[in-house]
């Protein structure tokens, strides 16, 4: 069993800032790529930043400059600092990892959303 837990969201200001958190736990062999998408209402699910298990990084245009997105391989875990929030910011996030399971098989996973609410 594996699971991904995320924490991290709540209310915040326009301009202000978050760091969002995931953790990996259960039966792991190893953690490949990992990601934060996100979703608001009435719209698709969307990528927002992604993050190789040797450090290389990607991010959505709408958030470039402003998220930056790390990981620690030893705890497996995965973080997502969001800067300079904007009222557009707000969405649920969710957290994706390809996990390798201790039967070498690999699946990937979510977590169960964590909200974000940033107001004018």
């Known amino acids: 069993q594996v699971q991904l837990v995320e924490s991290g969201g709540g209310l915040v200001q326009a301009g202000g800032s978050l760091r969002l958190s995931c953790a990996v736990s259960?039966?792991?062999?190893?953690?490949?790529?990992m990601a934060w998408y996100r979703q608001a209402p009435g719209n698709q699910r969307e990528l927002v930043a992604g993050i190789t298990s040797s450090g290389n990084t990607n991010y959505a245009d709408s958030v470039k400059g402003r998220f930056t997105i790390s990981r620690d391989n030893a705890k497996n875990m995965m973080y997502l600092q969001m800067n300079s929030l904007k009222v557009e910011d707000t969405a649920v996030y969710y957290c994706?990892?390809?996990?390798?399971?201790?039967?070498?098989?690999?699946?990937?996973?979510w977590g169960q959303g964590t909200q974000v609410t940033v107001s004018s």
């Open positions: 259960g039966s792991i062999f190893s953690v490949n790529d």
């Open positions: 994706n990892a390809d996990v390798v399971r201790l039967s070498r098989i690999a699946y990937r996973y």
